[in-house]
């Protein structure tokens, strides 16, 4: 075996077409791309979703609904949550730091306490929002229900 007898093996290598190389390699004159128009030139770019002139898709379909920029987002955590995690952890008052610390919400959600399931302790706790479910059992039970005023944001 020499140098100058090696082949890659059998069905491992396509044949490329050698476009740009002039009339004698079969591609020459247009290199394969036809003529005239964008698609000929160099440097040939579309926009994402550029149909050819033609209504594109994202604008043919119709649009719907509504979405509110004024929107407050809250993170929902309800009675039964907060029992067990009185009765695994047994804390003196529960605030949203406290149930970002045993993974019950994130740093920057606003929370609220909603009224599923049922709540025994007598517990203090202090959210950005209530149910009138929630409040009243909490209060019910002695407990407090307090608020914390929402922070600003840049918009407003």
Request: aromatic share 4%; proline share 3%; net charge positive.
């Amino acid at each position: 075996m020499k140098l100058h007898s090696l082949k890659p093996a059998e069905g491992s290598t396509k044949s490329k077409k050698r476009v740009g190389r002039g009339q004698g390699s079969g591609h020459g004159g247009t290199s394969t791309r036809g003529h005239k128009g964008a698609k000929s030139r160099s440097g040939y770019k579309t926009k994402i979703g550029f149909e050819g002139g033609q209504m594109p898709l994202q604008r043919r379909v119709p649009k719907f609904g509504f979405k509110n920029i004024n929107r407050v987002e809250y993170k929902g955590i309800n009675l039964d949550t907060i029992q067990a995690l009185v009765d695994k952890t047994k804390p003196k008052s529960i605030t949203p730091e406290y149930l970002v610390e045993n993974g019950l919400a994130n740093k920057k959600d606003l929370i609220k306490i909603l009224g599923r399931g049922e709540l025994k302790s007598k517990i203090s706790i202090s959210a950005h929002g209530f149910s009138a479910k929630a409040k009243s059992t909490i209060e019910d039970l002695g407990g407090k229900a307090e608020l914390i005023e929402k922070k600003k944001s840049k918009a407003e």
